[in-house]
């Protein structure tokens, strides 16, 4: 599909964002192995979730409501998952592949994981080789880095130390997970903080787990217990239409139950850096997570540096903070990024390519880019999503101001994560 985007003389109103994609995953995976039934309000309904939850129901688990934002997911228990009668298809998603691997390499039974061509060529050794170092056994193209992977669990896991070199929550995630069925403790230790939401949710069902700094620490063999789960509004959904306001004129719109957790407002920070006119109003806690409403008016943003360890608390919201970019004053400089080449595309290069078209003065750099600030769009212009939701998306807020329509080809990316995107930009 193609998606066309108008240039607009304002954006008002008040809208609700959809569900966190990272808590939504991990409530289906905490809730499937979780003893009793665990509620889900406000669950995101994009492809990537959906992948999980067809994963856990390959996998034994029954789950009510599939398809709808409020499901019931039945707990099979820590050792309740049967094997899956195929090999499991888990579409774009790199999360739902990577905790997947560590969940799995504590089952004893033979499984199968495989997805889409993005997700084939996203890099799986940064989680089969620490998981191996636990006793996991993993076969597959390119010594287990290449998806499909098999996975022969039952080995008998044995918890690790492992310094990770690279600030990933998933990566985390996949350790911690594993760590639930091996023996003793597992300790994960990051070069920089990234998203703690599975640590702040095993936490909330019951797990033994400790948290120091860049350190955490899991117990093995816990008794996991089902409690209700509220999904605050996903930040990084957020993120599009906060710049979108923030860019086109006469702008003031309210986006209500975002999820602020401070391992992932990284964009908050870098918009404030931009001076970015807007406020956090309401600030409250559900179910062990920060959420407030954001209020956003057009801003006169200005030229920043956003670097070091503030990169992995916005990494998915690096392409819309470069569109950003191009409307402030001065140069910003995106470094520290390199992640962003092993994402759903090569993010970096993407949105070099698309900001390039547009008629944005922007020069690649192996670790992010440099945007020259204050350009017009071009319009009349058709935009390539390289079937990555959030580069389609951010060129679709760029397309809000441009001097003319522009069209974004393969836009169905953007059922990934924010199924009602177009829906959302068209009220405001
Ligand atoms: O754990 C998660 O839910 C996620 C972690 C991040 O990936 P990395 O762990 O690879 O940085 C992020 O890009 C992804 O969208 C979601
Ligand atoms: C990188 C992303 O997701 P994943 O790694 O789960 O595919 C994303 O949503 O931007």
Redesign the pocket.
């Known amino acids: 599909m193609k998606l066309k985007i108008s240039p607009k003389d304002k954006l008002q109103g008040k809208i609700k964002v959809p569900g966190d ?2 808590i939504s ?1 991990r409530a289906v995976m905490l809730g499937s192995l979780a003893e009793g039934k665990t509620e889900i309000e406000g669950f995101l309904t994009g492809e990537d979730c959906l992948s999980t939850v067809k994963a856990f129901q390959d996998l034994g688990v029954k789950i009510e409501g599939v398809g709808t934002e409020n499901m019931l997911v039945h707990g099979v228990g820590l050792h309740g998952l049967k094997e899956a009668d195929n090999v499991l298809d888990l579409g774009n998603s ?2 739902t592949t990577r905790l997947m691997l560590g969940i799995l390499s504590g089952q004893d039974f033979y499984t199968v994981v495989t997805g889409d061509d993005s997700l084939r060529t996203r890099p799986m050794d940064r989680v089969t080789v620490p998981l191996s170092k636990m006793g996991g056994s993993f076969y597959g193209r390119d010594g287990a880095n290449l998806l499909p992977i098999s996975v022969l669990g039952g080995s008998d896991l044995k918890g690790i130390t492992y310094n990770s070199p690279v600030a ?4 985390k ?1 996949s350790l911690l997970l594993a760590g639930l069925y091996a023996e003793g403790e597992t300790e994960v230790i990051e070069p920089a903080k ?2 703690d ?1 599975t640590e702040r949710m095993l936490e909330y069902f019951g797990a033994d787990i400790e948290v120091d700094g860049l350190k955490v620490k899991v117990e093995a063999n816990p008794k996991l217990t089902a409690k209700k789960i509220v999904v605050p509004g996903d930040i990084s959904s957020a993120a599009f239409l906060m710049v979108a306001a923030m860019i086109t004129e006469n702008s003031e719109i309210i986006i209500e139950n975002v999820g602020v957790n401070p391992t992932r407002d990284g964009v908050i920070e870098a918009l404030r850096k931009m001076n970015g006119n807007f406020e956090l109003l309401n600030k409250r806690e559900v179910n062990g997570e920060p959420i407030a409403d954001i209020k956003v008016k057009n801003s006169q943003l200005k030229g920043t540096i956003i670097d070091g360890d503030l990169i ?1 608390l916005l ?2 919201e690096i392409p819309i903070l470069a569109v950003a970019a191009s409307q402030a004053d001065g140069k910003t400089i995106i470094k520290d990024a390199k ?1 962003l080449r092993v ?1 759903e595309t090569d993010r970096i290069d993407a949105m070099v390519k698309e900001l390039t078209r547009l008629g944005i003065e922007v020069q690649e750099r192996e670790d992010g880019m440099e945007i020259i600030g204050k350009q017009e769009i071009k319009g009349g212009v058709v935009c390539q999503s390289y079937h990555d939701h959030r580069i389609a998306m951010s060129l679709a807020v760029a397309g809000l101001i441009s001097e003319d329509d522009i069209e974004i080809e393969n836009s169905d990316c953007i059922n990934i994560s924010f199924p009602n995107f177009k829906k959302i930009l068209d009220r405001l």
Do not use: C, F, L, N
């Not at 990933?168 to 990566?171: C, D, E, I, K, M």
């Open positions: 994609k990272s995953h790199g999360t990933s929550a998933q990566v995630s990234s998203r939401h992995p990494i998915d992640e994402k």
